[in-house]
């Protein structure tokens, strides 16, 4: 995984109006946690961070007044109608270090012939993994599944040096039968137990 090198300006001012001036300037206002120390409020170049969080997990080198920072984003705030970013939490993090995070699940192939639906029961999955090694997503087969079938943590491929970080037995994944067939054929045999 590539990093991305951002600078960020150090903040001194702080609550709603500093936020909404910060915004204001195109800045988006952001906390780096971690390790202990005592948090940094920063603000970085709204664009620039805009399209570096288009990577899930992405690994941020931020440049904070001459110091690099290694930091992946842990939590995201986006204004809920027009989705430009409001706030960013940080989590700090050296090489070497293991870091759990959320990874995206996608799917290739396609499900066995018939009326079957895939049910998400998990649209990411929990994983551990080296902090400047994270990957960008998880990838799950469902070529041939049919009804009743699932595919559990257990099941899915992870990339080398990642590990699962939820229970071995938890379902990603179910294919399950349409619902129009199953209410088309309890109405028959509602219609058959009358007339009997």
């Known amino acids: 995984m590539a990093e991305v090198k951002l600078t960020?300006?150090?903040r001194t001012e702080f609550g709603k109006g500093a936020a909404r001036q910060a915004r204001r300037e195109n800045l988006v206002p952001a906390v780096i946690y971690g390790h202990g120390a005592e948090p940094k409020h920063v603000a970085i170049h709204n664009h620039a961070l805009m399209m570096a969080l288009k990577t899930p997990n992405v690994l941020?080198?931020?440049d904070v007044d001459g110091k690099d920072e290694l930091v992946?984003?842990?939590?995201?705030q986006r204004e809920a109608i027009r989705g430009f970013l409001v706030h960013?939490?940080?989590?700090?993090v050296k090489k070497g270090e293991k870091v759990t995070v959320e990874v995206p699940i996608v799917t290739e192939g396609d499900l066995a012939p018939g009326s079957n639906l895939l049910e998400h029961l998990m649209n990411t999955l929990s994983v551990e993994a080296e902090?400047?090694?994270?990957?960008?997503?998880?990838?799950v087969s469902i070529a041939g599944l049919t009804a009743g079938d699932s595919v559990q943590a257990k099941d899915v491929v992870l990339p080398a040096g990642t590990s699962l970080a939820v229970e071995d037995d938890a379902v990603v994944l179910q294919v399950v039968a349409a619902q129009a067939e199953a209410a088309a054929e309890?109405?028959?045999?509602e219609d058959a137990s009358a007339e009997g």
């Open 8 to 10: 960020a300006q150090v």
């Open 60 to 62: 941020l080198r931020l």
């Open 72 to 76: 992946i984003p842990k939590a995201v």
């Open 88 to 92: 960013v939490d940080f989590l700090a």
């Open 131 to 139: 902090a400047t090694h994270l990957p960008e997503s998880v990838t």
């Open 186 to 189: 309890s109405a028959e045999g």
